[in-house]
């Protein structure tokens, strides 16, 4: 039979390895940081996209106007 103290001790040095252990925690918030970088890169881009196309447009409707063309 083992002695009652023994089974604390088990139980709270597992406990602590748990909380030691970080690994997990840091690679998934590397993730969710990396993550929300590439949600930010992809609607920087559209947003320039789109404001290039009105740019783009602008010129043409310029281009249009000064050769006459309707």
């Known amino acids: 039979m ?35 970088i590439a949600i930010v890169i992809v609607a920087g881009i559209g947003l320039f996209g789109l404001a290039l196309n009105d740019h783009f447009n602008d010129l043409a409707t310029g281009v249009k106007t000064a050769l006459g063309i309707p």
């Open 2 to 36: 083992t002695h009652p103290s023994s089974k604390p001790l088990f139980i709270s040095d597992l406990a602590h390895k748990i909380r030691a252990e970080e690994d997990g925690a840091t690679a998934t918030e590397y993730s969710m940081t990396v993550g929300f």
